[in-house]
T-cell receptor, first 113, second 113 residues
Framework: DTAVSQTPKYLVTQMGNDKSIKCEQN?????MYWYKQDSKKFLKIMFS???????INETVPNRFSPKSPDKAHLNLHINSLELGDSAVYFC????????????FGPGTRLTVL | GENVEQHPSTLSVQEGDSAVIKCTYS??????FPWYKQELGKGPQLIID?????GEKKDQRIAVTLNKTAKHFSLHITETQPEDSAVYFC????????????FGSGTRLSIRP
């Protein structure tokens, strides 16, 4: 029944580790996104995929690599985690890019120690 | 690129009173303006949106107004209820296949009983 799901919900890890966050949507949407929300609640887009093709890639460090195995999944892999990566990461999806309702997942709270 | 400013950052109103949140945008090409509500521990959820071909839109207790000339838009919530307590985000986007939604910095709305 869940529209956009993310795993895990919480992720606590040491600096320097590599971690992945998974996202799946069952809405049949063509576009998926990754957002980062910092401690001040600023919500900033990181990546956007349309039909498995990368269309938006903000100025995000190369340590962040999104992967879309199919239209319904968009995973985020982070290498060499840093303290500043601590945030809540949201996955979202929409039928159209940019000018359509975006459906957000519940978020993954990443804490880097 | 687009820049969206949102005020106030926090707002406390008495239950039953009205709340108004204001946003300005910088790019005159923007033509889609959604508002999202984020409850504690959840992802943002669209509550209302407006496109540039209309000046006002209402949905029960929620209304949004748009002034394209001045490049500002506002969210109005009437007869506020405790469940309206949340963080509200305005956003702006262009009608383009590669466009992204730019979010404002958020307003934390608290409803006093």
């Amino acid at each position: 029944d869940t529209a956009v799901s993310q795993t895990p919900k919480y992720l606590v890890t040491q600096m320097g580790n590599d971690k992945s966050i998974k996202c799946e949507q069952n809405l049949g949407h063509d576009t998926m996104y990754w957002y980062k929300q910092d401690s001040k609640k600023f919500l900033k887009i990181m990546f956007s995929y349309n039909n498995k093709e990368l269309i938006i890639n903000e100025t995000v460090p190369n340590r962040f690599s999104p992967k879309s195995p199919d239209k319904a999944h968009l995973n985020l892999h982070i290498n060499s985690l840093e303290l500043g990566d601590s945030a809540v990461y949201f996955c979202a999806s929409s039928q159209l890019t940019g000018r359509d309702t975006q459906y957000f997942g519940p978020g993954t709270r990443l804490t880097v120690l | 690129g687009e820049n969206v400013e949102q005020h106030p950052s926090t707002l406390s109103v008495q239950e039953g009173d009205s709340a108004v949140i204001k946003c300005t945008y910088s790019d005159s090409a923007s033509n889609y303006f959604p508002w999202y509500k984020q409850e504690l521990g959840k992802g943002p959820q669209l509550i209302i949106d407006i496109r540039s071909n209309v000046g006002e839109k209402k949905d029960q207790r929620i209304a949004v107004t748009l002034n394209k000339t001045a490049k500002h838009f506002s969210l109005h919530i009437t007869e506020t209820q405790p469940e309206d307590s949340a963080v509200y985000f305005c956003a702006a986007s262009m009608d383009s296949s590669a466009s992204k939604i730019i979010f404002g910095s958020g307003t934390r709305l608290s409803i006093r009983p």
